[in-house]
Each structure stands twice: as structure tokens, then as C-alpha cells.
């Protein structure tokens, strides 16, 4: 009798019940698993913004570690929180069960994008999402918020002076949270971050019995078309979770269509553009994100990310 798989996840409510689901489909199919939690940066380090922890791998490291280490044999992530180049000895074996990728716009009672007042406060810890609400509405103020998603909700209620607070959609449904949102934004407002919404399962490099285990139930061709493509873009511009890169992708067929976007934090300055092509795996998909983004660095994306950055952007 093989030995159960162990899968790596974060402790917080989101991660576990991502775990879970890759674990059901895994029981389903006859294979004995056996969760490990194990605390990431992002988790421990909760009174300074993402942004100023100062890491691509925040939520992600210590899983990395452990599966180096042989302490379990694969573990389960969101994808946007995922770098997208692995970690030396480490594979993305897959990809899938991806759920709606919008940002909603969540407040303490029904709450529309045209509903926000003038001069309101929303609060989110995404530069991303931050750039992109000052970009359509300069007026509002932006505050700081960290912690779970049932840890931010409460916050919002708790709150006297936040309007609203942005999160995943995908996150909410998942936790049972559907109900609060308010709006799920369109994407001429607020486009997601690569990824967003679809969960990745990591494995060692060469362990192909890990590997064959979770792509045989999470991977979705599709899906990885659409998040190479996504991913691709962000690799070229050197971003990571914490940059203010938005993008998605919509897969027919073969045929890939991206549309990308880089927003100064102030919102002022913006370069977006959109790409369509045939691909045919990850490669080539990540190949249309990577076009796309090299015509947006001349058009305007180097500069808003050299301020952002204390190192160059690449002149690729």
C-alpha cells in the first residue's frame, strides 16, 4: 500500500478549504492524503503592508522549504500568489478549478460600484487593486487592510469610516461569503490579478507520482492556457503579487486572448493594451503574455514600475 501524499497548505480558512477540495477529489479517485499546515511570512507578518514585507514567495516560502525537505510531497495554492518563476528542485504540476476571477466590492450592507460616495474610503491591501479604484476614482482614499477574509470582513463591520473593502470573488464564494458582495467589478474598473481564482498544486522536481496524482484531478487545459498567458505577462514586466500588474485571459479553442494593464500607484499614469493569439500549451501561452507585455514597457509600463521599483526595470 503506497504512502499517503502529503499536502502542504496555510492555516488560514481560504487555504484549508482549497486543501480540502484538491484532498476530496484525491479520496474520490481512492488516494490517501494527509494535510500539514505550516505558516508562511505572509501569515506571520501582519502589522506592515504586503508591499513593505519586501518578497515575491510571501505566502509561499516556508511551503517551498518544506517540500525541498521532503517533509510533504506537494502542496496547494491560490495561483496569483504563486512566483512565477518556481523555485530551484520545485514543478507546477497543475492548474484548474478555477471560479469567477472579478474583484468584489464588498460593504456592510448592498453595496454598488455607482453607490460609493465622493471623497468614501475603501480599504484593500493589493497595490494592484489600489492603483486601478484612484485610476477611476481619484477622489477616494485607500486604506491599508490585512488578515483572512473573515478577519477582513469583520474589520468592515467594525469599522466607522471604510465604505467598503475589495477582495476575490473567488475567495467569498469558496468560504461561503457570496452573499456580501456588493458587485463584482467589471473589468474596465478593476482587472484581476494573473491568476486570481484558479488554485495550483505544487510538487518536487521529478516526482512523477505526486505530479500524475494532482494533474489527474486539478488541471485543467484551459485554465492553464488562460493563466499561462496571464503569468507570462507578469514574468516579463518582473512582477510579483505586489506589483500593480493586472491581467486575464479568455480561452476559445486555441485561441488566447489577453488583455493587460500597469497603473501608477496614484492612479495618473496608466499603459494597457490587449493581444490575441493561437497557442497551443504553457509555453506558447506565456509567450502572448510576454508580447503583450514588451509593447506596454514601450508604452509606457517601464516608467510607471521604474518609480515603483528600487531596481530597474528590464529594457526587454
Given amino acids: ?170 475567495g467569498l464564494e469558496r468560504l461561503g461569503f457570496g452573499a456580501r458582495i456588493g458587485e463584482r467589478l467589471p473589468f474596465d474598473v478593476m482587472l484581476p490579478a494573473p491568476g486570481q481564482g484558479a488554485l495550483a498544486v505544487t510538487v518536487r522536481d521529478g516526482d512523477a507520482r505526486s505530479a500524475e496524482l494532482v494533474r489527474a484531478v486539478v488541471h485543467d487545459p484551459r485554465v492553464s492556457l488562460a493563466v499561462s498567458a496571464e503569468r507570462g505577462f507578469l514574468n516579463h514586466l518582473e512582477g510579483g503579487c505586489q506589483v500593480p500588474v493586472a491581467a486575464h485571459a479568455e480561452v476559445e479553442g486555441s485561441l488566447v486572448r489577453l488583455h493587460g494593464r500597469v497603473v501608477s500607484l496614484d492612479g495618473r499614469q496608466m499603459a494597457e493594451g490587449h493581444l490575441a493569439g493561437e497557442a497551443t500549451d504553457a509555453a506558447s501561452a506565456a509567450a502572448i503574455g510576454a508580447a503583450l507585455a514588451a509593447r506596454l514597457l514601450g508604452e509606457g509600463a517601464r516608467e510607471i514600475l521604474a518609480a515603483i521599483r528600487p531596481t530597474p526595470v528590464p529594457g526587454r
Fill in 1 to 170: 500500500m503506497s504512502a499517503p501524499l502529503r499536502i502542504g497548505t496555510r492555516g488560514s480558512a481560504l487555504a484549508l478549504w482549497q486543501t480540502e477540495r484538491v484532498r476530496a477529489l484525491l479520496a474520490e479517485r481512492g488516494i490517501a492524503t494527509e494535510r500539514l499546515e505550516i505558516k508562511t511570512t505572509g501569515d506571520v507578518v501582519l502589522d506592515r503592508p504586503l508591499s513593505q514585507i519586501g518578497s515575491k514567495a510571501l505566502f509561499t516560502k516556508q511551503l517551498d522549504d518544506a517540500m525541498l525537505e521532503g517533509r510533504i510531497d506537494a502542496a496547494v495554492h491560490s495561483l496569483k500568489d504563486l512566483p512565477t518563476e518556481m523555485p530551484d528542485g520545485l514543478a507546477l504540476a497543475a492548474v484548474g478549478l478555477r471560479e469567477d476571477p472579478r474583484d468584489a466590492l464588498v460593504g456592510r450592507g448592498p453595496t454598488r460600484w455607482q453607490d460609493i460616495p465622493p471623497d468614501a474610503t475603501i480599504a484593500t491591501s493589493s497595490l494592484r487593486r489600489r492603483a486601478q479604484l484612484l485610476r477611476a476614482r481619484p477622489d477616494l482614499t485607500i486604506d491599508d487592510i490585512r488578515g483572512n477574509v473573515d478577519t477582513r470582513l469583520a474589520k468592515l463591520d467594525r469599522s466607522a469610516t471604510w465604505a467598503a473593502i475589495m477582495l476575490a470573488s473567488a
